[in-house]
Nanobody, 131 residues
């Protein structure tokens, strides 16, 4: 079974930094594009795109993330990391990573978070930014 596990969340003061990691089980994360998404408090039906690392190495960052966040692969650990700098209260959310590997039978049964569909989502990691 394919799984993703996020780690690195926690509480941080405004202006602080965190590094979130996404680890895959059951498939090789390096073979797939990986997205980071977040759900803010009280907006459980909304899934906001944060950053994407494509399989060709190109990246995309949403407007709130651009200039403050970076996304990269750790080739040694096989993870995809989201480095977040200069965090503000608006960054408080549960952060999820997602990828689109096929199941063992070759099919892709996707689940949705807001506008986005992937076969595999992590359970989320909480980031809380406060004064």
């Amino acid at each position: 079974e394919n799984q993703l596990v996020e780690s690195g969340g926690g509480a941080v003061e405004i202006g602080g930094s965190l590094i979130l990691s996404c680890t895959a089980y059951g498939f090789k994360l390096a073979d797939f594009s990986v997205g980071w998404y977040r759900q803010a408090p009280g907006k459980r039906n909304e899934c906001e795109l944060v950053s994407v690392l494509n399989s060709d190495g190109s990246t995309y960052h949403s407007d709130p993330a651009r200039g403050r966040f970076s996304i990269s692969r750790d080739a040694v650990k096989g993870t995809v990391n989201l480095r977040m700098n200069n965090l503000g209260s608006g960054d408080t959310a549960v952060y999820y990573c997602a990828a689109d590997p096929p199941s063992a039978d070759g099919t892709r049964r996707r689940t949705r978070c807001g506008l986005y569909e992937y076969t595999t989502w992590g359970q989320g990691t909480q980031v809380t930014v406060s004064t």
